[in-house]
């Protein structure tokens, strides 16, 4: 009933010209790397406000929710489970950790990715081994692969480095802008806790970079600095 009860308060705030606009944004098109993906046209603050009255969703209902043709109830469903997984003790965040890994086929877009990979994944192996984010780095799925980068956002915040390096040099041949912009993002974390060591990776890489990679990377330094690496490019 939970479920049903949810669907109908996302149905009933559906809006479809911002469906129009939402399915250009997140490039639905034919050959996009959204294609197919469908909207109902809900801003993400009316999704979070609708989301908090339905945290007790079980697994089963929130497994629906993200096999739904739907973004938002993708969203939703993402947003109830993140919620889940913060207020759980560390035997349900193993069992929702291990969910959601086994529906990361669901886990298709930009947005989806950035909200619940750091806040499940990264929390997760925070001080574990983590050799599933070098498995997802090498994945012929972008969605995997931008996972991969973001779950290690976590670590950033705690001042760990070393993963997000590894992983940003398995992906600098990346052919997918989505892919640069996310470890550009990440490197640029990494600066704003570190500079220093985040421009000793650069130098080492900036000049295989893909432009936009390093222009995320760099963002936060002066612009003396930014047109020094970047004039440097081949």
Known sequence: MSLEKLKADLLKV????????????FKTGKGEYA????????????QRKIARKYLNLS???????????YHEHRFTGLIILCSQYK?????????IFHFYLEN???????????????AIIGDYLLGKECAILYKLASS???????????????????????DTFRIAEILLKDKNDLIHKAVGWMLREIGKRNKEIEEQFLKEHYQHMPRTMLRY??????????????????
């Open 59 to 69: 697994l089963s209902d929130i497994k629906t929710l993200l096999s739904s043709k």
């Open 87 to 95: 207020k759980s003790a560390q035997n349900e965040k193993e069992k």
């Open 140 to 162: 012929e799925s972008l969605w995997e692969r931008r996972i991969a980068i973001l779950s290690t956002f976590t670590f950033i915040k705690n001042n760990q480095f070393d």
């Open 14 to 25: 559906a809006n479809t010209e911002k469906a129009k606009i939402l399915s250009k944004f």
């Open 104 to 118: 990361l086929t669901y886990v298709n877009n930009w947005d989806l990715v950035d909200i619940s990979a750091p």
């Open 35 to 46: 294609d197919g993906d469908k909207f109902l046209g809900i801003t993400v603050p009316v």
């Open 217 to 234: 990377a760099i963002e936060k330094f002066s612009e003396k600095e930014r047109k020094e690496y970047l004039n440097k490019t081949n």
